[in-house]
């Protein structure tokens, strides 16, 4: 762990490795910082790896990267009750930031305001038409702050044209609610279609991960993905407990969830592979049931 002076009157502590929750726990303790940067993830496993009174220095929370859960701001308030949490959004291809919440009045389980310096427009992800506020659709951006394509690139361009304008796909589903305030929704690709219907893994991952979670889990206790077969994918729950399809299915039939959102197929792992960032691994879980 290293101190540094970041600019006049700011001092800054890095740890090398976020999953190593405990450590940080003892360096917020050690160093007192008011301000914590990092995933969901390694939040999570920074409040529930700490001891009573090692986060009590902390005022701020900026978290980003992936979709931050009401349970991860639960945690965050009941050990720090004065923190306010900051939720941000962002993709490499935008530098990054897109979107965040404002420290004077961050709205809670939402990405904020698109930074003014974007432009935006929310669409329907099948025929483009522009959607209205409080309904999903796709994110489409513009700017100074967006890249102009890839290098030695032979795809299919990430830039889709609207309204006379060339936007960049995120390829991420929003909803636009008050004030212009977005909420996420996942990305299309986390989505399939069963029976013509839209199915988000995300959601059946967010109802799941309550009854799931425990405070020994050093990493996520599940995941949720589906087989790649176009015409019937299955939805696949990966856990690292021992589970019956039954009682999760139930747990998802409470929820409202219909019959085509049910887990077909339960695969028991040992952890649930992650990226640098704490994210989970998809792609490599995908390559288990494919």
Not at 109 to 118: A, D, E, K, M, Q
Not at 158 to 183: A, C, M, Q
Request: hydrophobic share 40%.
């Amino acid at each position: 762990s290293v101190v540094f002076p970041l600019c006049v009157g700011l001092r800054v502590v890095y740890h090398a490795n976020p999953t190593e929750s405990a450590n940080i726990a003892r360096l917020c303790e050690a160093y007192k910082p008011t301000m914590v940067l990092g995933t969901p993830t390694f939040l999570n496993g920074i409040v529930r790896a700490s001891k009573p009174g090692q986060l009590a220095s902390l005022r701020l929370a900026v978290t980003g990267a992936e979709q931050c859960p009401a349970a991860v701001y639960e945690a965050l308030a009941r050990t720090c009750p004065g923190l306010t949490v900051v939720e941000g959004y962002g993709i490499t291809e935008c530098s990054p930031i897109v979107s965040a919440n404002s420290d004077d009045s961050p709205v809670p389980l939402t990405i904020g305001r698109v930074l003014p310096s974007l432009e935006y427009v929310v669409v329907n992800p099948e025929n483009g038409t522009a959607c209205q506020p409080g309904t999903t659709g796709m994110l489409l951006v513009r700017g100074p702050s967006i890249f102009e394509g890839y290098l030695n690139y032979e795809g299919d361009s990430p830039f889709v044209e609207h309204g006379g304008k060339s936007w960049y796909r995120t390829g991420d589903l929003v909803v636009e609610g008050t004030n212009r305030i977005l909420t996420f929704k996942g990305r299309l690709k986390r989505f399939i279609k069963l029976g013509g219907e839209m199915i988000s893994l995300p959601a059946i991952e967010s109802v799941l991960m309550p009854h799931f979670q425990s405070d020994s889990d050093e990493g996520p206790p599940l995941a949720v993905e589906a087989t790649a077969s176009q015409e019937s994918p299955e939805i696949v729950l990966f856990a690292v407990r021992q589970t019956d399809r039954n009682e999760v299915n139930e747990i998802l039939k409470e929820a409202g969830f219909t019959p085509l959102s049910y887990i077909r197929r339960i695969v028991q792992v040992k952890a649930i592979p992650v990226l640098g960032t704490g994210k989970t691994d998809y792609r490599a879980l995908k390559a288990m049931i494919s």
